[in-house]
């Protein structure tokens, strides 16, 4: 193997081409319209080629999903979030000319947005199609570091002879991936580091691409609010404020020891960052330790017949997407969040993996059973941990010989609906709130 | 309290109660061994609530009285110290003082009356075995022991009375049992006197361990006691008291197959070696190994994709229709190792039904194994 010769594509003396956001073609310097495509969408800077740590953000996600699937909202405010709960989990563009953010009470936003379309999250379709765009991202690079279902951190160096092409350009052609492929618009930003990355994804949005490039990173930053820095949340602003530190430029003017002696190891990270500078590398997280899925529920839950009629679809799901990863675990954990936001999780380990729904069900029921006290809850979810290889899964066991046939029961449930689609068939315990038929098998 | 008592007797000791202290505990007294001293004799304590265990040593008594100090703490110490010394213990208010030679130590104490006392009194059945009997029926059952919390009835070895067909008649005996849904193994020994009318009890696995820890320098007799929720051993000057599961043990017997009918016979040892060759092959999560039976030959293999493959022949005795059949060579090797005589007998059915294995030349042990895919 030959080393990639990256300095190839460091910037060069005079300014090199310029790149068309919408097609990804070179346009010659000092252009203003793509001369493949005509858009004027044109990204000219001098490091633009060079630049290779990206993030990348899905615009307005669970909005954007939900006018995927329903096209005659395209041009309508869409909020996604509410019901009792009242916030707003995402909003589109349209909702956000009114004035809609997200987070905010729903009252609030329907006040400034009379006419908003009102949609309720629908977490495992956008966790889906989260996955989707982590596939397209994976195509691109093995260095991708997700930070939530929508976002990500990309390092493309070395991919210039792979891609035949620098990062910034391998990057729109994603972009066009994504919205051609998944139907949703994604934002990226594109500099040297993860936090000038991350800052830079904001620049442009919606379906943008923005550059910091190196030698304007220190003039970009000067006058930047402290609060953009990667872990300056209300509080630690709130402190620097009251030290006099608003902007960055003042924390670079700030004696590094200084800034460690007041606020810590975190003060590393204030002087560090004033300058530009990140020394985190893009680190893909590790294969999945645990495979899960929760739901929030309209209204509070108490009663264990009607948290069991919630559990059931999450053990399903679980199962399905072991099955489908090839895996199995023997690890289980249910998760129950009380009425008042208070966590309870709960763990179980099996005696041998498993990637059945039934056997998920089961352990989880019985964890369960111990939780449903009369505490209202409003949120359950199932994980799987201690994953192996899934032909290891569901070995027969001496002690429970119905285990075999149950396996065969929910294959036979899985090839009906991989044919006719997933309403085609369900069990009975998966039929909505309706108390269960006890069945002892 | 103020005692002197040699060096050895208190390591010897406090090794013995201090493995039942949990190195972390969220309730204080419970890192504490209790000491009372009177009559010629120190008596230690340790409990985890579950299982108590209290030993007596001869020391010499200047002060009778009682106090509670960190087990690991005063094992650690104890260990430290050279061999051959004197120890002298004195406890005064909170404050637990050891002197030996030039080495002083000032522990603190907690108070005596804060120690959980596990209730004693008489258990209800009563009856006495030899040591080789209780290690053999500990060794050859405690590997199969589950530790799966959702089947909790299944974390110890089920002991109780029952009956075997010996020549005709049917011969009461004393029965362990152990299993984890992959693995049983059931052994059995003439019923002593006095256990006929006992209740079938789960012995915890913790518990379980440190009784086997103890056998190896116990003396020959080793008198048990039972009632529905506790059991007590009692060895020389050790008494060792242990809640029990409280479960149903499933109906073992219907898991032990009765129409299988390949029938292979194999040197244990031989056996044993040669899996545990070709097992060097088979991925270390599934440890899978297959037997393949044709005609007198077993040919054992296992095949990994990173590590490559590997198989081994074996003459055998084995006459049925020719059979595959997988196993978690980890399981063979435990059962196989309990296997004394020269023979194992393995009965078998099929590649996905579960396969008896027995000693040939002692009838008192009885395993069965889940075969695996392969």
């Known amino acids: 193997m030959h080393p990639v010769d990256v300095s190839a594509a460091r910037p060069e003396a005079h300014e090199p081409d310029g790149l068309c956001r919408d097609c990804g073609a070179a346009v010659p310097a000092d252009t203003r319209r793509c001369p493949a495509c005509r858009s004027g969408r044109v990204l000219h800077h001098p490091e633009l080629h060079g630049l290779a740590i990206a993030h990348l953000d899905c615009d307005a996600f669970y909005a954007s999903v939900e006018k995927r699937d329903r096209p005659e909202l395209a041009d309508k405010p869409v909020i996604v979030g509410g019901g009792q709960r009242g916030v707003v989990s995402a909003c589109c563009y349209v909702a956000r000319m009114y004035g809609v953010r997200s987070a905010m009470p729903m009252f609030k936003a329907l006040a400034a947005c009379p006419d908003a379309v009102v949609i309720r999250p629908d977490m495992r379709k956008y966790a889906a199609v989260g996955r989707q765009v982590r596939a397209l991202m994976e195509a691109v690079t093995p260095l991708v570091e997700p930070l939530s279902i929508d976002e990500a951190f990309l390092d493309l160096s070395g991919t210039e002879t792979l891609h035949g092409g620098s990062p910034a350009r391998t990057l729109v052609l994603l972009a066009r991936r994504i919205e051609t492929e998944i139907g949703v618009t994604a934002s990226i930003g594109l500099s040297h580091n993860k936090f000038l990355a991350k800052v830079a994804s904001d620049l442009d949005k919606p379906r943008g691409l923005a550059v910091i490039g190196r030698a304007e990173t220190l003039d970009f930053l000067a006058a930047k609010p402290v609060g953009l820095i990667w872990g300056v949340g209300k509080a630690l602003r709130a402190k620097l404020e009251a030290d006099g530190l608003r902007a960055i430029g003042q924390l670079r003017e700030t004696d590094p020891a200084l800034l460690v002696a007041r606020y810590g190891s975190m003060g590393h990270r204030l002087a560090e960052f004033a300058r530009g500078e990140d020394r985190r590398t893009v680190t893909p997280n590790a294969p999945a330790k645990s495979i899960s899925a929760e739901t929030t529920f309209a209204r509070d839950l108490r009663a264990l017949s009607d948290l069991e009629a919630q559990l059931w679809p999450l053990c399903e799901e679980v199962a399905g997407r072991l099955k489908k990863a090839g895996l199995a675990g023997a690890g289980v954990t249910l998760k129950l969040k009380s009425a008042d936001f208070k966590l309870r999780t709960r763990s179980a380990k099996l005696s041998s993996p498993t990637q059945l729904a039934d056997r998920l069900f089961r352990t989880g029921r019985d964890l369960l059973r111990a939780e449903a006290d009369g505490t209202p809850y409003r949120l359950i979810g199932i994980g799987c941990g201690e994953l192996v290889d899934g032909g290891r899964a569901d070995p027969p066991d001496l002690l429970d010989p119905g285990l075999a046939r149950r396996a065969q029961v929910e294959k036979a449930i899985d090839a009906v609906r991989d044919r006719l689609g997933a309403a085609a068939i369900a069990k009975g315990r998966g039929l909505g709130v309706k108390p269960r038929r006890q069945r002892d098998d | ?374």
């Not at chain 2, 009632?227 to 073992?252: A, H, N, Q």
């Not at chain 2, 980890?330 to 059915?349: H, P, S, V």
């Open chain 2, 1 to 374: 309290m103020k005692i002197t008592i040699e060096r050895a007797a208190l390591l010897r000791s406090l090794g013995h109660v201090q493995s039942v202290v949990e190195r972390r505990n969220t309730i204080p007294i419970l890192s504490n061994v209790l000491l009372r001293a009177e009559n010629g004799e120190l008596a230690l304590t340790a409990t985890d609530m579950d299982l108590e265990i209290v030993e007596s040593v001869p020391a010499e008594i200047a002060r009778p009285g009682s106090a509670t100090a960190p087990a690991h703490t005063l094992y650690d110490i104890a260990r430290k110290l050279p061999d051959g010394s004197q120890v002298e213990l004195d406890a005064t208010g909170d404050l637990l003082t050891l002197r030996s030679g030039r080495s002083q130590f000032k522990l603190g104490t907690l108070p005596v009356e804060d120690f959980p006392a596990m209730s004693g009194g008489d258990m209800g059945h009563r009856f006495a075995l030899s040591a080789a009997d209780l290690k053999m029926l500990i060794d050859r059952t405690k590997f199969a022991i589950s530790t799966e919390e959702t089947r909790y009835y299944l974390n110890g070895i089920y002991v109780h009375a029952s009956k075997t067909k010996a020549g005709g008649a049917d011969v009461p005996v004393l029965r362990a049992v152990a299993t984890d849904g992959h693995r049983l193994a059931r052994v059995e020994m003439p019923l002593p006197d006095g256990a006929s009318g006992i209740p079938g009890v789960i012995v915890p696995r913790k518990t379980v361990l440190e009784v086997r820890k103890l056998l190896d320098e116990a003396a020959d007799r080793i008198e048990v006691q039972l009632s529905e929720t506790k059991v007590r051993f009692t060895f020389d000057s050790i008494t060792l008291t242990s809640k029990l599961i409280d479960g149903t043990f499933p109906d073992y017997e219907r898991v032990i197959p009765t129409g299988n009918d390949k029938v292979m016979e194999v040197d244990p040892k031989l056996f044993a070696a040669a899996v545990d060759r070709v097992a060097t092959i088979s991925t270390e999560k599934s440890r899978a190994v297959k037997l393949s039976l044709d005609r007198n030959v077993l040919t054992l293999s296992a095949n990994s994709p990173e590590a490559g493959s590997a198989t081994e022949e074996l003459e055998v005795s084995y006459g049925a229709a020719a059979l595959e059949i997988g196993f978690n060579s980890r399981y063979l090797l435990d059962i196989t190792q309990q296997i004394e005589g020269d023979g194992a007998r393995f009965t078998m059915a099929d590649a996905g039904s579960p396969t008896i294995v027995r000693d040939v030349a002692d009838g008192s042990a009885l395993y069965v194994l889940m075969p695996m895919r392969v």
